[in-house]
């Protein structure tokens, strides 16, 4: 089949772009790594019960309307689909049912969302902790529940959501440990008029914080000097509090700093990043179409920077109307017609996304671990051993993985790489937009060797984007 158009990934950007390119007439290819559509906010939202979708909330339950909005359309769906490699001609190579395959088209979507920010304390690679977004996962792919205590560290809404989440579902919740520093909250009240202009957000977050506190569940705010304690598994978790040292006892720990765009596929291509300062992470280049640096590639959603379900929705109908005009399927006029209703949407969820930001930036330690620290763990490098090589006069990322592996693992630094460019910077003296980040080389993730066979011979070598030495 000939796409006019493919889209990676099935979350709610994703699926808004594929809806809305396929109701206007476009033939679409939607890639998704899931057995389902939904991405990781509405996964299985199709098929879960209603038990537990009343569990994890009305806004999780709103996804069900994309869900089948999308079986409505002429989507050549394809779930189970890893994307491995993508050329700079747009040619998208993906493994399903074990075996790899190429399809083309003019117009390529990266919608592939956002992963949690790795969260490099002492213990954090002990058997018993995890990310907060993984015991999420369990509740939407079952239900399952953490057992034994259950102790919550980090800041972000994410966080106080997975709390809520946990506590109906009867999980044993014996504290929540928050670090977002004192200082944020200085910024975040000038940013709160803002937020006001659009007060449901605050509303639900408000709703959440009088949840817990009406559980009676211990909260330490402002948290410092983070570490998990165990022998073969988490045992506890140690931290300073008012100037005390405090110890909570726990059989699972949950490690929440906010999320972060997932920019493996668009630092395949090298695409333009910026870093942001508010954020804390890197962000690749779009304007309000969602155009990328790239001629015929664009970003829909998390993808293109962190605003949440709504205006991933958003931003990925914007897409496909901007891709329909050029296909030369509707006019300039339609399109900016069709525009206006979703523009109001971004207006509106922009409106809140300062002060959340700035209430729930990470504290800056959390980008400069103790020496002892694994930072990478896949290769299992230490944040003393990145520092080092920055003495050795290891100008970026890319020249840490020369003398360390750090980086090489197969995860290609999406966990460790926000982590290492700060640690550089830091001992560098220099911003991380001068250091820059890991440049990525297909595949992207691990495949079997055995599926490279169902490629056709004379089609292009997968992994053509040059890489670079800094």
């Not at 889209?7 to 809305?20: D, K, L, S, Y």
């Not at 509106?348 to 800056?364: G, I, Q, T």
Request: proline share 7%; charged share 20%; net charge positive.
């Amino acid at each position: 089949m000939t796409h006019d158009l493919i889209v990676i990934g099935a979350g709610p950007a994703g699926m808004a772009t594929a809806i809305t390119a396929s109701e206007i007439g476009l033939k679409v290819a939607l890639l998704d790594e899931q057995a389902r559509p939904g991405g990781q906010i509405y996964r299985n939202v199709g098929t879960l019960d209603e038990s537990i979708k009343t569990l994890l909330g009305p806004d999780y339950a709103a996804g069900r309307n994309l869900v089948e909005r999308l079986k409505q359309t002429n989507v050549d769906v394809r779930t189970g689909a890893l994307v491995w490699d993508i050329g700079e001609d747009r040619t998208v190579t993906f493994l399903a049912a074990g075996r790899s395959e190429r399809i083309c088209a003019p117009h390529l979507v990266i919608a592939t969302g956002a992963l949690e920010r790795p969260s490099p304390i002492p213990g954090w690679t002990l058997p018993g902790v995890m990310n907060a977004g993984a015991a999420q996962i369990a509740l939407k792919s079952g239900p399952s529940i953490p057992d034994g205590r259950v102790v919550l560290v980090g800041a972000g809404p994410l966080l106080l959501l997975v709390a809520c989440q946990l506590l109906d579902a009867g999980a044993q919740l014996t504290a929540l440990v928050e670090t977002a520093p004192r200082a944020n909250r200085i910024p975040a009240l000038r940013a709160l008029p803002s937020a006001m202009r659009a007060p449901g957000p605050l509303v639900k977050g408000l709703r959440m914080l009088a949840k817990l506190r009406s559980a009676k569940i211990p909260w330490y705010k402002c948290a410092t000097d983070l570490a998990v304690d165990g022998a073969t598994h988490a045992q506890a978790v140690r931290f300073r509090h008012r100037g005390n040292e405090v110890i909570v006892p726990a059989d699972v720990v949950l490690l929440h700093h906010g999320v972060v765009p997932n920019s493996q596929i668009t630092r395949l291509l090298q695409l333009e990043h910026t870093w942001s300062n508010t954020q804390l992470a890197w962000r690749p280049v779009r304007d309000a179409w969602g155009v990328s640096t790239l001629d015929g590639v664009w970003i829909a959603g998390d993808g293109g920077g962190v605003e949440g379900a709504l205006a991933a929705e958003a931003s990925g109908t914007l897409a496909a109307l901007a891709i329909a005009h050029l296909s030369g399927r509707i006019s300039e006029a339609a399109r900016d017609g069709y525009a206006r209703r979703w523009r109001r949407t971004l207006a509106r969820e922009h409106a809140v996304r300062p002060f959340l930001d700035s209430l729930y930036r990470p504290p800056l330690w959390i980008g400069s671990p103790a020496d002892d620290t694994m930072v990478c763990r896949c290769e299992e490098v230490t944040a003393g051993r990145v520092r080092e090589m920055a003495r050795m006069g290891c100008a970026g990322p890319n020249q840490t993985k020369f003398f360390s592996r750090c980086g090489m693992g197969p995860c290609q630094g999406r966990l460790c790489g926000i982590t290492v460019t700060q640690i550089l910077a830091e001992a560098r003296h220099e911003t991380p937009q001068q250091i820059g980040a890991y440049h990525v080389r297909a595949p992207i993730k691990p495949i079997p060797l055995h599926s490279l066979a169902a490629l056709n011979s004379g089609s292009d070598t997968p992994g053509t984007n040059k890489d670079k030495s800094r």
